[in-house]
């Protein structure tokens, strides 16, 4: 028996002893996001409760389970009970559950989300399985399957969970094999363009010369997408396993984990499991006695969204501006340092050990024909279930949004696929099954998997002018159709959404939108117009009303809203007076306050705190200055 | 000869071009933003002109080249972020701090960024103090927060 099969039968005994445990665990998500919303507080107060009461548990933090929205969960389990867990846990309703389950063996039923357990007993009477609950039973979680389980900074929970067991199968398959199972199980790239994995491999497979390259592209820089994040804070070791698979299949020595700066806590749990891999013998020579080499560097990008391109990419680790290359030759033939090179996306490469573990034909149950497996998405914006989902490719938008995300609270306007490089949907489009095929053919992409839904009060000019000003601030420059064209498209945007359109602007943007697509050198500018071509094309009549009214219909565009205060609903209790920033309102208490327009700088300030709903937003026609001078004169 | 200040700052790099980012990230780590000292010491270290240098660091959104605050505010301006109003946060602490972005205070208790997503979409608006990470945030629970930094 070598010694990974050995520290393998270890692990599994401690996996063992900790799901038999005798005394509670407490399983708390601690990732980014659990943490944004007060994990850490809460686990300080957990820690301080069990010192107090003298009560002994196990705690175990592990990452993110998906449904943000319920941020932050605390699990527990009793021994010999199903793990329960509760949801937006702050640390009184972290006490009151500690204290009832712990002392009473009470689970407060009314405070849990969901059980563990196969079937409810008598103890998890009245509380329905986690993965019946409405958000998570559309789902299929592969590439997540460990994601909130598992102490991610724990190697050996991974390995009690048939970590490390597609590397294996790989050896023994041989290259060729691996490459051969991943083309069977038809996996596309899943960091956008959905070019087949196992042909990118062979080409830098069959290019000449000794040295080549790994890159893992963990660059997630579509705003409104953390899918990549979530999976390297809640199972790193399945990427880092998915790039001993690639490095295997290509021939690689040498690996990179291209990784954004804004991910701390990512870049920390990937060092640490670096480190444990180099301890079990999974990185270095000789791997496994296999004959195969391989090592990791971790390189941090230093905030440029065009460095998600390939080329792009490989110039920044080399340590120049990060701009891209015309290709051919591609990073495939002639990559870093001008050897053959592949960069593969955080999610395909987690996805690589699920196929090598359980083969293609498993793996082929999910999804359709031409679009197997399954995605991973950030289900975010107006919606009601916010939060990380997987799901199998080929579901329709409307399964994802209303099934999964419980639809939006205001009437359902667009959804946006595929992040700035992507298009806004119109509801019509609900029913289009996610692929890569279909979302292009609506005009969208599929993209890394960023879904930002939006609701009647968002104003999709607003969002496009949005995503305008982003690609146009990430423009590398290189070439002119992105430079220059993006700042145009800006330029008009701006001036649509301040009530200063001309009837001319729509087809101009028009043009070069379908310019900029044309000509631009790589996938930045290639994709950039799509969010205002979409929009165009959808939802033409708000840019109308936009240009030809000055009216913003979801009463976004801050230059055509004004505020004013609805005196029948006013008490006067001078809770908006105290807030607002420039004292644009004034009253006395217990009279109806006055908001002056002229100060107002429309921060809804007042807009929030107000409990009467006083403060109302209208959307309001801008006049022309002459229509103001001449009304003046009058 | 390399001023002995930043001697350390190259220790574990083999002076070639790859190293360039890193040793920015470290520098900047350390002295809180790009110094012209560290840009002269880089350009003796790894044998590229300072132009080149800056070059390269002013291309990337995280190299700043003026002292920060002692304590730095980050707007997320990500697109669930900016659907649920993190414009406004931006304009509102601009107005409150008296200063714009990628600009410290003059007392320098704050410096201000708006930057690229944060990653914490589902939680949006979202904005970071040094660490710490306020997650649906509003424009009144703002005042109350910044009161807990010096």
């Keep these: 028996m070598n010694s990974l099969q050995k520290a393998k039968q270890e692990a599994r005994r401690k996996w063992d002893l900790l799901k038999n445990s005798k005394i509670p665990i407490i399983y708390m998500g601690t990732a980014t996001c659990g943490r944004a919303a007060g994990a850490l507080e809460v686990l300080e107060s957990v820690k301080k409760i069990l010192r107090e009461k003298r009560l002994k548990a196990k705690i175990v933090q592990v990452g993110c389970i998906g449904p943000c929205y319920l941020e932050p969960l605390m699990d527990i389990t009793m021994p010999g009970r199903p793990r329960i867990s509760y949801a937006n846990v702050n640390s009184e309703k972290a006490k009151k559950i500690i204290e009832s389950l712990l002392i009473k063996n009470d689970p407060q039923t009314k405070l849990a989300v969901g059980h563990f357990g196969d079937e409810s007993d008598e103890f998890t009477n009245g509380i329905p399985r986690f993965f019946d609950l409405p958000m998570l039973k559309p789902q299929e979680r592969v590439v997540l399957r460990n994601c909130g389980f598992i102490d991610p900074q724990q190697i050996d929970h991974y390995l009690a969970n048939d970590g490390y067991l597609g590397i294996i199968n790989a050896f023994h398959k041989g290259w060729q094999k691996v490459i051969c199972e991943v083309q069977e199980a038809g996996l596309r790239g899943r960091g956008g363009a959905g070019f087949p994995t196992f042909k990118k491999w062979q080409i830098c497979r069959s290019s000449p010369g000794k040295t080549k390259y790994l890159i893992c592209n963990a660059d997630e820089g579509d705003p409104g997408a953390f899918m990549n994040r979530s999976l390297l804070e809640g199972d790193p070791h399945s990427v880092l396993e998915g790039m001993l698979i690639a490095a295997y299949a290509i021939g690689a020595s ?195 998997g960023g879904l930002i839904v939006m609701d ?66 790589c996938g930045l500018g290639q994709t950039a117009p799509n969010p205002v071509l979409t929009t165009l094309r959808y939802f033409r009549p708000e840019y109308l009303l936009h240009i030809k009214e000055k009216y913003c219909p979801a009463a976004v565009c801050r230059e055509l809203v004004e505020y004013r205060v609805v005196p029948g609903k006013c008490t006067g209790c001078q809770r908006c007076v105290s807030v607002c920033p420039t004292g644009a309102i004034t009253g006395p208490r217990a009279e109806p306050h006055n908001l002056d327009p002229t100060k107002c700088i429309k921060c809804r300030a007042c807009y929030e705190i107000c409990r009467f709903d006083a403060i109302a937003g209208d959307a309001i026609v801008i006049r022309s200055r002459r229509e103001v001078a001449d009304e003046q004169t009058q | 000869m390399i001023d002995r200040e930043w001697g350390d700052i190259f220790s574990g790099f083999a002076g070639e071009q790859g190293d360039l980012i890193p040793i920015l990230q470290r520098v900047q780590e350390k002295a809180g933003y790009i110094t012209k000292g560290a840009i002269e010491a880089i350009s003796q270290f790894l044998k590229i002109s300072e132009n080149q240098i800056f070059g390269v660091a002013s291309f990337y959104s995280q190299f700043r080249f003026t002292e920060p605050g002692r304590n730095s505010i980050k707007v997320c301006m990500g697109t669930a972020c900016h659907v649920r109003g993190g414009q406004i946060l931006g304009d509102v602490l601009e107005r409150e701090l008296a200063i714009s972005a990628g600009q410290t205070t003059e007392d320098k208790r704050f410096d201000l960024q708006r930057v690229a997503c944060l990653g914490c979409c589902a939680l949006a608006p979202v904005i970071q103090i040094n660490d710490d990470i306020y997650s649906r945030m509003t424009v009144i629970r703002l005042k109350e927060v910044l009161e807990k930094y010096e």
């Design chain 1, 254 to 448: 040498q690996g990179y984990i291209y990784i954004r700066a804004e991910y701390p806590l990512a870049i920390a749990r990937l060092k640490r499991a670096i480190s444990q891999m180099r301890e079990y013998g999974l990185l270095g020579k000789n791997i496994q006695k296999s004959g195969f080499d391989f090592d990791i560097v971790i390189k941090e990008g230093a905030g440029a969204f065009v460095c998600g391109e390939e080329t792009a990419l490989i110039s920044s680790i080399e340590g120049k501006r990060g701009m891209p290359k015309s290709r051919p030759p591609f990073p495939a033939v002639a990559g870093l340092h001008g050897k053959p090179t592949i960069i593969n996306n955080v999610e395909t490469l987690g996805t690589l050990p699920n196929i090598l573990r359980n083969g293609a034909t498993w793996y082929k149950q999910f999804g359709t024909q031409g679009n197997h497996g399954t995605k991973t998405f950030s289900l975010v914006g107006k919606i009601r279930r916010s939060g990380l989902i997987e799901v199998p490719l080929g579901m329709t938008l409307r399964q994802i949004i209303f099934d999964i995300g419980g639809g939006t609270r205001k009437p359902f306007k667009a959804v946006q696929t595929g992040g700035p490089s992507g298009g806004c949907l119109s509801e019509e489009f609900l029913d289009t099954p996610v692929n890569y095929e279909s979302l292009t053919a609506a005009g969208s992409i599929m993209g890394s």
């Design chain 1, 456 to 521: 009647e009060d968002t104003c999709v000019v607003d969002v496009a002018h949005y995503f305008l000003d982003f690609t146009q601030q990430e423009s590398c420059g290189k070439c002119s159709p992105c430079r220059v064209g993006t700042r145009h498209l800006v330029e008009i945007l701006e001036r649509i959404t301040k009530g200063q359109g001309r009837p001319e602007d729509l087809s101009k943007l028009q043009t070069l939108g379908e310019t900029i697509k044309r000509g631009s050198l």
